[in-house]
Nanobody
Framework: QVQLAESGGGSVQSGGSLTLSCAAP????????MGWFRQAPGKEREGVAL????????FYGRSQQGRFTISQDKAKNTVYLQINNLKPDDTAIYYC???????????????????WGQGTQVTVSS
């Protein structure tokens, strides 16, 4: 069982920035897909940003281009999501996820055998 430990959520004002962290201690795969999904109230879970840890290839949701940056620290098995110029529409629970198959990265589809974190709330006020 893979455990994902998220941190960094909180309440910010519109225009602010946040960095979310997700650690996967003990994840023994050398290369895997890891990153972030989010779910706003009353909406479906959507892919935000994923990274294929082997090559460092990144994938972003269509609405996340430009303000979102995913990065990794391979030595720490940790992935980061920096969000700049936060907007009220970014308010959601952000879930860290990991998958052993790299093909799941490009689709940013929450369906499938993902490992999930418990989620961290991000609230953006106008």
């Amino acid at each position: 069982q893979v455990q994902l430990a998220e941190s960094g959520g909180g309440s910010v004002q519109s225009g602010g920035s946040l960095t979310l962290s997700c650690a996967a201690p003990g994840y023994t795969y050398s290369s895997y897909c890891m990153g972030w999904f989010r779910q706003a109230p009353g909406k479906e879970r959507e892919g935000v940003a994923l990274i294929y840890t082997g090559a460092g290839t990144t994938f972003y949701g269509r609405s996340q281009q430009g303000r979102f940056t995913i990065s990794q620290d391979k030595a720490k098995n940790t992935v980061y999501l920096q969000i700049n110029n936060l907007k009220p529409d970014d308010t959601a629970i952000y879930y860290c996820a990991a998958h052993t198959l790299s093909t799941f990265c490009s689709g940013l589809d929450p369906k499938g055998n993902w490992y999930w974190g418990q989620g961290t709330q991000v609230t953006v006020s106008s």
